[in-house]
């Protein structure tokens, strides 16, 4: 067994427990890794660029499912629009507006998370819980026929302290769980809650996430 294929049996055994998704965090990594990873049964694969989603999308088998987890600006959607599966990273109503102007284009609804910011840092991306609700109340989101969004996305702070990493999470989940009290329709699912990636999965499963990601302990450091 090659150690791609060990690493994917390795997380597959620590999700499932969970019922969790893995999503292989596969960024500057070549596509013969991923063709490897793809023969051991992994399907989700994470990119945080969409020049090298598209072009890795091309070489991969049609029932490959490509994460977008990276942030997305407005000009890039339509190059995925096409085949992408989840767009972990919607941190606005104008990327919203874009993806679903994109999606009628292409003739699909496009899965989405809103991406919340919960760390106490000021390099990540994200919306506020406030600016979250404001949102999903909105009319126009109501509208929307060619987006779902499926749930939310957040990365804790970069610490060694546990609680505060349990408590981010925690915070993202509540908020998630009082979301779908309050918001139903077409538009929404609240299905999937990614949060938790190499060095804090274990905590962030915990928690009640559903789909981690996780790269370089699967495919080797960049």
């Not at 049964?41 to 945080?48: A, I, L, V």
């Not at 407005?74 to 096409?82: D, G, H, L, M, R």
């Not at 546990?162 to 769980?177: A, P």
């Not at 928690?207 to 960049?222: C, D, K, L, P, W």
């Amino acid at each position: 067994m090659s150690t791609i294929s060990h690493q994917l049996s390795h997380y597959r055994q620590i999700v499932q427990p969970y019922g969790a998704k893995l999503v292989a965090v596969s960024k500057t990594k070549p596509v013969e890794m991923l063709q490897e990873a793809y023969e051991a049964g992994q399907r989700d694969f994470g990119e945080n660029k969409v020049q090298e989603m598209v072009a890795k999308q091309a070489e991969m088998p049609e029932d490959t499912r490509w994460h977008l987890i990276g942030h997305l600006q407005t000009n890039k959607v339509k190059y995925i629009a096409p085949f992408v599966h989840l767009i972990h990273s919607v941190d606005s109503l104008k990327l919203l507006r874009e993806i679903n102007k994109q999606g009628r284009k292409a003739d699909r609804v496009i899965g989405c998370l809103l991406q919340i910011y919960i760390a106490s840092e000021e390099t990540k991306f994200g919306l506020l819980p406030e600016e979250a609700r404001e949102l999903l109340a909105s009319e126009e989101v109501a509208q929307m026929e060619h987006i779902q969004i499926r749930g939310l996305m957040g990365m804790a702070t970069n610490t060694d302290n546990e609680t505060q990493i349990r408590s981010e999470f925690r915070s993202l989940r509540q908020l998630m769980e009082a979301f779908a009290l309050k918001f139903e329709g077409p538009q929404v699912a609240w299905t999937e809650l990614s949060m938790g990636m190499s060095g804090d999965y274990q905590m962030a499963l915990e928690e009640g996430s559903t789909m981690i990601r996780v790269g370089s302990s699967i495919f080797g450091a960049r």
